[in-house]
């Protein structure tokens, strides 16, 4: 989940997929020095509950110098950097947009520092060298004992075709399969996280038991087609219509058993193809929302700030500025005909609120970047989105898992939802399970800060995985 301290307007559950500083682009042009700054810098970038490794690969031009970024714990790396000053030790990088400044003290191999973005500061040291690789011993390794295909598939009513991957158990005939569906924020086929890839050990998991399995990149991301940031949890249904839909051309796949798995907001995906289709055979729902986006929203804002020690009157103040302006937009969306109207309303509840919060004034780093979310259409849709209707009409077997630690999508909540729903629509074929002690990603914890997410070695709790694997084994016979 993106933003991560109690104190930022507000929080979108995009399942820690952006750097949280946002240090998209950096330019380093630094002038002369008699000191050789060149080579690999790291740190560990914490902010709040998140933490993440940033890497500078420092080299020499004729014209001065220039870098690389990369951001190993999420997998991303040789983003260009530019545009920096080194006054004597004091090193200073610079970025426009986002509006984003690392300045620190050079001295032999350490730069102590600050990183500042949207009105907000964290320190930053930056030391020589690699941060160490980081060991994810659940991830499987090749060869696989079974047939593995890069796919793909279009999704005709959206224009646009969708890459993934299929893995089919070994041997002949017809055999059931599975579409993984990915929680929020734009995620490659294998839900990549932080260094894991639980994706990828849900579907080795299953197709060694015999389930083919169907994973794909979202929509404008890795090698699928599209435009994420123009899409809603709508649209991405219709993506996995259109992966059910390829699925059943597939002379290996028994049409009349296809299944659906889906994480955080892929729990709410889910739900939403099954409800209007007769042919989908049962539906898993891991971390998935039972009650309304604005309802998830606020309660993993508090949360995490509970777990974090963070939850004084200053983030209650704030968590309530951030009640305001999700209510302005689950009230005011639809009805609104004129989307600058809306951003008016937005415009003048924030100048409102600048008297106690002034960051909140409009036109701050703070204000732009709330609004842009804000005004989103993901986010528009999601905050006013109530699952339980599709829920209720939802009669193929369900199985909703939680961790009890999971401080995104809080399990007392949503599993209960989940389950009074499923039982107003006259379903009889569900199962709620609650797993101690594991959090949102379904890791072994102790907080369920998404702090913890990359320290874990663990991707998948094997305890819900097997649990998992043999629910679906039993309802694709």
């Known amino acids: ?159 646009i075709t969708l890459a993934g991957t299929l893995t089919l158990p070994p041997g002949k005939g017809t055999f059931s399969a599975v579409v993984l569906i990915t929680g929020s924020g734009p995620q490659n086929r294998d839900e990549e996280l932080l260094g894991h890839k639980p994706f990828l050990v849900i579907a080795d998991a299953l197709t060694r038991r015999g389930i083919a399995v169907l994973r794909y990149d979202d929509r404008g991301t890795g090698q699928s087609a599209g435009e994420f940031s123009r899409a809603t949890t709508a649209d991405f249904a219709t993506d996995v219509e259109a992966a059910v839909a390829y699925l059943k051309t597939r002379k290996e796949i028994d049409a009349r058993r296809i299944g659906l798995i889906g994480h955080s907001e892929g729990g709410i995906i889910a739900p939403m193809v099954a409800a209007r289709s007769r042919d989908i055979r049962f539906i898993v729902l891991l971390a998935g929302p039972g009650v309304p986006g604005e309802e998830i929203i606020l309660s993993q804002q508090q949360l995490i700030a509970q777990a974090a020690g963070a939850w004084g009157k200053q983030a209650q103040d704030m968590q309530g500025v951030n009640r305001g302006a999700m209510d302005i937009i689950v009230r005011d969306s639809l009805r609104l005909q004129h989307r600058d109207t809306l951003q008016t309303q937005l415009e003048a509840y924030f100048q409102e609120k600048s008297a106690q919060f002034p960051m909140l004034k409009p036109g701050t780093p703070v204000t732009r970047q709330a609004m842009a979310e804000l005004l989103s259409p993901w986010t528009e849709y999601f905050l006013a989105y109530d699952p339980a209707p599709a829920l209720g009409q939802v009669h193929c077997p369900v199985l909703a898992m939680a961790g009890s630690k999971d401080l995104q999508v809080s399990p007392e909540e949503n599993l209960v939802a989940i389950g009074r729903a499923l039982e107003r629509g006259g379903n009889k074929r569900f199962e709620v399970k609650e797993f101690p002690d594991l959090n949102h990603l379904f890791q072994e914890a102790k907080t369920g800060l998404p702090a913890e997410y990359s320290a874990i070695g663990q991707t998948f709790s094997p305890a819900a995985l097997e649990f998992m694997v043999n629910w679906v084994v039993k309802q694709a016979k």
């Open 1 to 159: 989940m993106g933003p991560v301290t109690p104190f930022v307007l507000f929080w979108y559950l995009q399942d820690m997929r952006r750097v949280i500083a946002a240090v998209a682009v950096l330019w380093i042009g630094l002038g002369a020095s008699a000191q050789d700054i060149t080579g690999d810098w790291t740190g560990l970038l914490t902010a709040g509950a998140m933490q993440v490794h940033i890497v500078f690969h420092i080299s020499r031009q004729d014209t001065g110098y220039s870098a690389l970024m990369d951001s190993p714990d999420q997998g991303v790396n040789g983003i260009p950097v530019a545009s920096a000053r080194l006054a004597g030790a004091q090193l200073t990088l610079e970025v426009s947009q986002p509006k984003v400044e690392y300045s620190g003290q050079w001295k032999d191999s350490l730069i102590t520092g600050t990183f500042k973005q949207a009105g907000l500061s964290f320190p930053l040291e930056l030391r020589r060298g690699m941060a160490a690789p980081l060991v994810r011993p659940q991830t499987p390794a090749k060869p696989y004992p079974y047939r593995e295909e890069d796919v793909r598939f279009e999704n005709r009513g959206a224009g």
